[in-house]
C-alpha cells in the first residue's frame, strides 16, 4: 500500500487541461492492465524449479511464487494510486 503522500496535479486555466491529465493516466492504466496480463501469462510452474537438498542457490518454487506475488502487489500498488489520482484530478 501507498507509504507516501500523493501528489496530484492542480487543474487551473494556465495549465495542463483535465482531460489532457485524464487522458495521459488512462494510457498508463492500459499500460499496467497489459503488464498485469503479461505477468500472469509467466506465472510460475513448479515443473520449472527443482529443488535440490541443501543446495541454497537452487531456486525453489515457493520462491518463484512469492516474487510473482510481490510483483503483482508493485502493480496492484501502482493502479490503486493512479485510481486515486484520477479521482482526485475529475473531482478538481
Given at each position: 500500500m501507498?507509504?507516501?503522500?500523493?501528489?496530484?496535479?492542480?487543474?487551473?486555466?494556465?495549465?495542463?487541461d483535465?482531460?489532457?491529465?485524464?487522458?495521459?493516466?488512462?494510457t498508463?492504466?492500459?499500460?499496467?492492465?497489459?503488464?498485469?496480463?503479461?505477468?500472469?501469462?509467466?506465472?510460475p510452474?513448479?515443473?520449472?524449479?527443482?529443488?535440490?537438498l541443501?543446495?541454497?542457490?537452487v531456486p525453489?518454487?515457493?520462491e518463484?511464487?512469492?516474487?510473482?506475488?510481490?510483483?503483482?502487489?508493485?502493480?496492484?500498488?501502482?493502479?490503486i494510486?493512479?485510481?486515486?489520482?484520477?479521482?482526485?484530478?475529475?473531482?478538481?
Open positions: 501507498m507509504k507516501h503522500k500523493l501528489i496530484i496535479p492542480t487543474v487551473h486555466l494556465g495549465g495542463t483535465r482531460e489532457t491529465l485524464l487522458d495521459a493516466r488512462r498508463f492504466s492500459d499500460a499496467l492492465y497489459a503488464a498485469n496480463r503479461a505477468l500472469g501469462a509467466m506465472f510452474h513448479a515443473r520449472d524449479y527443482r529443488e535440490a541443501g543446495v541454497e542457490s525453489t518454487f515457493s518463484a511464487v512469492s516474487q510473482q506475488g510481490r510483483r503483482a502487489s508493485v502493480l496492484l500498488d501502482l493502479q494510486e493512479l485510481d486515486k489520482e484520477r479521482e482526485a484530478i475529475l473531482n478538481s
